[in-house]
């Protein structure tokens, strides 16, 4: 057995779990895994941004996109705490990454003695907003925590983890074997599930699906179903793309809410349906089929009529085929065409969010990846872009984090060196990681960042002006010259005061292949929540419609 400190025990696990960056910053605590890693260069390689926080974001970007885990390492203390909020949002949009913090000596750990960065109980502060956490406590079980945290990131309900390892433990030295991947057993649909989902679908008249981001990878699988079923397919934020927009029974999630209505099944796959339950209503005539790899998510709010656990594409490959057993065909649901005509309706009035989304996507290529921070033109974005692929719609889930964005942009680029990737952002969210200039400069990450400048938090402000009597308050706010601020770090940079001039320049940035920074001046701009918090339609009434 080779002879191994335990941070090349861990840079080595990491490469043979096909790990080939890392997002980080360094700092004395994590100093022997740092080197580790210079003495791998070859097979991985270190990215680092200005802020523990970007770190963390870069491997939620690296890891929606790719789909596979990704992972960050900062100091403890306060690096592991700016990392948070990242976490917090990987946790929310289920997304595998592993978050490896360095430690104080281990013999003070919890002692309280006034350490650099120390934390107490920093393993139980993690395992709040991860699915699990442990540290590394010799060389000789670093790799095995390694294949632990990332078996646990990418089966189940995926999600991230963290390790975290003391100063003087990093350091030790040791015989290491190196573990291989957990190989995880298959999934398999009971069978009895199976039959009683496909009598409800078969036996509908008016079925609906529901997607989220739990079928970013059962695409075929949806699409198959919904064919068969002629059954539209809704989805939102994070399940955007697992059929393409222009599919005719994809539909957007207010065009669902429209159909749910008049639905006489709805099979809901790899999403919390949480709107549609808490928001919309449910009654006894309304049968649920539930896909998800978390059980319990499946009877989350209420019992389904059916559950069905494991992997969605494993899940519904079943359920297609015994539907195609069945030679069931479905016929088109008739409220479809009034309900796409109501909504193309709404989106017309919706201007001028309408304008540059289209102006986005015609300058975007089909693979592109679009982010969008929480932003009025990024809310619309939820419902309008079209989306001609899974990953390539990179949205903040339910955590709705301000800021995440540029970060998140940064590391979907890492992971994708050979596409297009743009971030729609609001000059509120921008200047949370508007020091990330330099990293995307430093490593050559091409992002183009389109900022909306409203000179406000523009919902906040909305919302001050309309509900509480114009009383604004720690709403406005004053901003850079943002061409001048994105050409001091050497960038390329663009004013574009139309949709048309947003094109233009678009394609300008894209073709230098090189990172560039798009400021768009815009007053104030209508609000998207008449089309996203929708009222109950079906059971018994009930509270206000909330985000």
């Known amino acids: 057995m080779p002879r191994m400190t335990t941070g090349e025990a861990v840079i080595a696990s990491l490469i043979a779990h096909g790990i080939d960056t890392l997002f980080a910053l360094p700092g004395v605590h994590n100093d022997p895994l740092f080197d580790a890693a210079h003495k791998s260069s070859d097979r991985i390689r270190v990215i680092h941004p200005r802020h523990e926080q970007t770190a963390a974001y870069m491997a939620l970007g690296a890891a929606l996109v790719t789909g596979k885990p990704q992972v960050f390492a900062v100091v403890p203390g306060p690096g592991i705490l700016n990392a948070s909020a990242a976490l917090l949002l990987a946790y929310g949009m289920c997304a595998p990454v592993l978050a490896i913090a360095g430690q104080i000596p281990s013999f003070a750990i919890d002692h309280g003695h006034g350490h650099l960065h120390e934390i107490h109980d920093q393993i139980g502060l993690l395992r709040h907003i991860t699915k699990q956490a442990a540290r590394i406590r010799s060389p000789q079980e670093a790799s095995a925590r390694v294949a632990q945290a990332i078996a646990a990131a990418t089966t189940g309900r995926t999600g991230p983890v963290a390790l975290e390892c003391a100063i003087d433990t990093w350091a030790q030295a040791a015989e290491v074997a190196l573990a291989p991947p957990i190989a995880t057993p298959p999934d398999i649909p009971d069978p009895e599930a199976i039959r009683t989902a496909a009598d409800i679908l078969c036996r509908a008249k008016r079925p609906l699906i529901v997607c989220g981001g739990g079928a970013l990878d059962a695409g075929p699988e949806v699409l198959a179903i919904a064919e068969r079923l002629q059954a539209p397919v809704s989805s939102f934020r994070r399940g955007r793309g697992v059929i393409p927009t222009g599919h005719p029974l994809a539909v957007s999630f207010t065009e669902g809410h429209g159909l749910w209505k008049t639905a006489d099944a ?282």
Do not use: C
């Open 266 to 547: 709805v099979l809901a796959v790899g999403t919390r349906l949480y709107w549609q339950q808490a928001n919309w209503g449910v009654d006894e005539a309304l049968p649920i089929i539930r896909v998800d790899a978390d059980p319990e998510a499946i009877g989350r709010f209420r019992p389904p009529a059916v559950g069905l656990l494991g992997d969605a594409a494993v899940v519904l490959r079943a359920l297609e085929a015994e539907l195609m057993a069945r030679s069931h065909a479905g016929q088109p649901t008739p409220a479809l065409p009034a309900v796409q005509a109501a909504f193309a309706e709404r989106l017309a009035r919706h201007e001028p969010p309408m304008s540059f989304l289209r102006a986005i996507r015609a300058a975007l290529p089909p693979d592109g990846i679009y982010v969008e921070e929480v932003t009025q033109v990024g809310f619309a974005s939820r419902l309008a872009l079209p989306v001609h692929a899974p990953r390539t719609f990179l949205s903040p889930g339910y955590q709705d984090t301000l800021g995440w964005g540029y970060g998140t942009a940064l590391g979907a680029q890492a992971a994708a060196p050979g596409r297009k990737v743009v971030l729609a952002t609001g000059d509120g969210g921008f200047l949370f990681q508007a020091g990330e200039l330099a990293t995307a400069m430093h490593h050559r990450l091409p992002v183009v960042v389109v900022v909306f400048d409203d000179g406000a938090f523009g919902n906040v402000r909305r919302i001050q002006a309309q509900q509480y009597g114009n009383r604004l308050i720690a709403s406005d706010l004053t901003n850079p010259d943002f061409v001048k601020f994105a050409e001091s770090f050497g960038m390329a940079a663009f004013r574009a005061k139309t949709p048309e001039a947003l094109e233009e320049a678009l394609l300008q940035a894209f073709a230098l292949d090189a990172p560039a920074l798009v400021h768009v001046p815009v007053g104030e701009m209508p609000s998207p929540w008449d089309m996203i918090l929708l009222p109950r339609i079906r059971g018994p009434a009930g509270r206000p419609p909330l985000p």
